[in-house]
């Protein structure tokens, strides 16, 4: 039976050599170093104003998810219909 003096000696030199292999070990750098290595934002497009007060409309009703891609769907294609009559 291991006493608890030779239980704690096998856990130090266990450590000890885990410990060696752990340090010995090096990281590298990525070989590309530039900054823009991150994805870069896309840019916004300007929205429209008709795009503008149909998400306004959606916001004051309430409306979130599959029933506001809808709402603003066909709030668009109103808002382009009757641009295109009015020219």
Sequence with gaps: MMTITSRAAVVAIA????AGTASAQTT???ASSTPAAAPAKKAEKPRSP???ACSKQA????LHGKERKK???DCLKEAK?????SK
């Design 28 to 30: 590298t750098a990525p």
């Design 71 to 73: 709402f603003r769907s």
């Design 50 to 52: 008709e795009s503008v």
């Design 15 to 18: 450590s000890l050599l885990f």
């Design 81 to 85: 219909a009757g641009a295109a009559k």
């Design 59 to 62: 916001d004051e009703k309430g």
